[in-house]
C-alpha cells in the first residue's frame, strides 16, 4: 500500500523540481543482466489518419482553455471540462501526428504542469500535445469507477474524438503520460483503453487498479482489453508515493507483457533498464532514480518519455 494511496484520499501535487539531482552520478546498479544497449521495438505500426486529414485551415499554436462536453447517461450528467492543446506548425492538415496527453497531479492543473515537464521541446513540434484539467469538484483524476461510468475515461475519449475531427492525428499513436495522481490516471487508462493508447509512460505514480472481480485467484489484475508497452519512473527517495507502487507497477506490465524476471538491460537515459524478452511490440521500461523526491524528473524524465514514444 503506498504511503499515499490517491484511492483514499489526494496525492499532494507538489511540482518542486529536484535541482540538486545530479545525473552524471546516476549508476544502473538495478541488477541488469548484461552491458548491451537495449534493443527498440523492431515492429512500427502503419500511421492511421484521423477524420481531421485533408481538412484546411485548423488553428495551430497554443489553444488553451478549449471546451469539451462530456456525456455519460449512467449518471445522468453532462460536464464541460477545459483543456490546453499545442498544435505544432509540423500540422499541414495532411500528415497524421502523434497526439500525447499528459496528466497533471492532484491539485494541480494542464497549464501548470506544462510549465514543470518540458516533454514538447524533446519533440521538436513532432507531436500534438495535449494538456487535460481535472474536474474542479474533485481537482484530480477517478481511480475507481470502470469506464463506463468513469468522468475521466469519457473526457480522454472526448478530447480524442473532438481533436481527431479537427486536427490530422495518427490514431495508431496516441499516447498518455502523468506525474503523481496523473501518472496513477495513464496507468488507469492503459488498462481501460488498451485498444486506443500505443503506450503509457508513469512518473511518480502507480497502478492500475481494478474492482474485485477483475483479479485473478492469485490476486493479479486482469484488464478488460490489450496490453501496451508501459515506462514506470519514480524516485528512490519518493516519500509522498512509494517507491513500491513502480515496482507494482513494473511487475503488472513485466507479466501482461511477457517480459522475463530479473533486472533488464540498460538503456539511455541512466539509470533506465528496458526489461527483457517482452513481447516484441509492447516492451517495459523502468527508470529508478536515486536522490528523487516526489516530483518530475528534472533532466531525464522527458528525454526517457519522449524516445520511449518516438520508438513507436
Not at 521495438?41 to 478549449?66: F, I, M, W
Not at 477545459?82 to 497549464?111: K, N, W
Not at 495513464?186 to 472481480?213: E, K, M, T, W, Y
Not at 517507491?243 to 522475463?260: I, M, P, T, Y
Request: glycine share 12%; net charge negative.
Amino acid at each position: 500500500m503506498p504511503s499515499v494511496d490517491p484511492r483514499s484520499r489526494p496525492v499532494q501535487a507538489s511540482l518542486v523540481l529536484a535541482t540538486s539531482l545530479v545525473l552524471g552520478a546516476l549508476g544502473s546498479g538495478l541488477g541488469c543482466s548484461d552491458d548491451s544497449p537495449a534493443p527498440e521495438p523492431t515492429s512500427r505500426v502503419r500511421s492511421e489518419s484521423s477524420q481531421g486529414c485533408g481538412k484546411d485551415g485548423a488553428p495551430k499554436g497554443v489553444l488553451g482553455n478549449q471546451p469539451v462536453t462530456v456525456k455519460n447517461n449512467l449518471r445522468t450528467y453532462h460536464a464541460i471540462i477545459t483543456y490546453h492543446a499545442i498544435i505544432p506548425d509540423a500540422h499541414d492538415g495532411t500528415t497524421p501526428l502523434p497526439l500525447v496527453f499528459m496528466f497533471h497531479g492532484s491539485g494541480g492543473d494542464g497549464a501548470g504542469l506544462r510549465g514543470v515537464y518540458n516533454l514538447e521541446l524533446e519533440a521538436r513540434g513532432q507531436a500534438i500535445f495535449v494538456y487535460p484539467n481535472a474536474d474542479d469538484a474533485t481537482g484530480t483524476w477517478d481511480l475507481e469507477r470502470d469506464a463506463d461510468s468513469n468522468i475521466d475515461i469519457l473526457l480522454f475519449d472526448a478530447i480524442l474524438e473532438a481533436l481527431s475531427v479537427s486536427h490530422c492525428v495518427d490514431r495508431k499513436r496516441v499516447f498518455a503520460t502523468g506525474y503523481s495522481a496523473g501518472g496513477y490516471f495513464a496507468n488507469q487508462l492503459a488498462c481501460r483503453r488498451g485498444s486506443v493508447l500505443r503506450a503509457i509512460a508513469s512518473h511518480a505514480g502507480g497502478g492500475p487498479f481494478g474492482d474485485s472481480g477483475e483479479y485473478d485467484a492469485d490476486g493479479r489484475l486482469r484488464c478488460p482489453e490489450r496490453p501496451i508497452a508501459a515506462l514506470i519512473a519514480h524516485g528512490a527517495d519518493d516519500a509522498e508515493v512509494a517507491l513500491d507502487e513502480a515496482k507494482k507497477s513494473r511487475e503488472h506490465w513485466r507479466r501482461v507483457n511477457g517480459c522475463a524476471t530479473g533486472g533488464g538491460v540498460p538503456r539511455e537515459p541512466s539509470p533506465c533498464v528496458s526489461l527483457a524478452s517482452c513481447a516484441q511490440d509492447r516492451p517495459v521500461v523502468y527508470c529508478e532514480i536515486p536522490g528523487l523526491g516526489h516530483s518530475v524528473w528534472p533532466e531525464g524524465g522527458p528525454k526517457a518519455t519522449w524516445d520511449f514514444f518516438a520508438s513507436f
